[in-house]
């Protein structure tokens, strides 16, 4: 017998709709706001205090979120945060070059408006699919966001190169940062569709006792783990291939290689993560090892290009089956007094301190390097490219036992609570 088909639910899809335009925007930004920063105070430190501020924010912002949540919708949290997003740029724009000098002021408006817009999307993508539907859900979500990484940075490339040919200055970073706003909007508009109910009362401590179950505890610092390399190449690669080649356009043009790579890396992954998920996560792992060796060369345009050729293809094969045994563990913690917001918060606490390492080293480093001397970013880099076997190291215990082929034909019954008690989920953010 065939299996049937899965198929996504209405507000599932009206969710990819907002996230995509989310990601559009954060394409077409996200990269170039950290240049932005670099190129006004020429300094490696300003973005590490810009990312640095987003990082520390994060956990107090996911707790005004979840209270949001809680009196009025987690569609509302997720609102707020697209709005916040939209009052970073309009900062931005009003600010001029000024804003630069402010990393601090930019990092606290980013961490707020992360904060309230994914601990939402989270649980909406929490409430919206079943277990089933988990990996489809975020692998569609991935390709429609390597489409965004396709799509975006070379538009946005083009338009700063272009722009401030033909006017100085800035002009260019201005155009983007407002066509970014308006995308911003639009999102805030799209999201009316959503509907949902109000969230259940954090039980934070309660939370924190559940690391005591031995899958769960070490998911979790598997996730801390691949969050100390995720928090510095959100920016590292983007800031090293422009110190190399000093054009937005080049750089823009090499976000669209990657962007395309991890299209067809996240599709692959998404239909096969299900059949074949602890294969797909070591061979991702290794990918991204076997990428990072580039950077015991100079770092030079060809050896960035074929880190991001490898870690771009690699990275999605990673992340997806990560995200499943996530879901899995937390299935697992299904409880009438423990809400799934709860262990969405805790882990999202403990991902983000693996963050806050990461970008602390990155700080320390940063601090003796120059714009002729970046080698030791790029011995940085190397390192940090070996994270993902520690997250192996720690989900392997457990994998056979827990999420391996039994468990998988054993699915939980979950009875008529499953949205209140389905497994979050990370955020398939490619950061390859």
Known sequence: MHAKPFRLPAPAWWLLIVGSLF??????????????????????????????????????????????????????????????????????LMVGEQAAHMPELLGVLTGLAEGFYWLAFDVLSVEYTDREGHEPFFGLFGVLT????????????????????YFGGLTGYHVVFGISFA???????????????????????????????????????????????????????????????????KLGEFLLLQGALSFLAFYAAGRWSGRFRWRLLLLGAFGIVAASFAFLWPITTVNLVVYGVLSAAAFPLFLVPLQGYVFDAMHTLADDDVPSITHIVVREWVENAGRVLGVLAYFVIGSFETLRHVGGLGWLAFALGFMPLITVGFIRPVESR???????????????????????????????
């Open 23 to 92: 990601q559009l925007s954060i394409s077409l930004s996200n990269t170039f706001v950290s240049i932005f920063l670099f190129k006004v105070d020429r300094s490696f430190l300003a973005i590490a205090w810009y990312h640095l501020f987003i990082f520390a924010m994060l956990p107090v912002t996911f707790v005004m979120a979840a209270a949001v949540a809680r009196r009025t919708s987690t569609a509302m949290s997720l609102r707020l945060g697209i709005a916040l997003y939209a009052l970073f740029f309009a900062v931005a």
């Open 146 to 165: 390597s489409i965004a990484n396709v799509i975006a940075p070379p538009v946005a490339g083009a338009l700063i190169s272009r722009e401030d040919a």
């Open 183 to 249: 995308l911003f909007v639009v999102a805030t508009l799209v999201s009316l569709r959503l509907k949902s109910a109000r969230l259940a009362r954090l039980r934070l401590l309660d939370g924190f006792r559940s690391l005591r179950e031995r899958p769960w505890r070490r998911v979790v610092l598997g996730s801390a783990a691949y969050g100390v390399r995720e928090g510095v190449f959100m920016f590292l690669l983007g800031l090293l291939f422009y110190i190399v080649t000093g054009s937005e356009m």
């Open 402 to 432: 827990i999420f391996g082929p039994r468990s998988r034909r054993q699915r939980f019954r979950l009875g008529d609570n499953e949205e209140t008690h389905s497994s979050a989920k990370r955020r398939a953010r490619p950061t390859p």
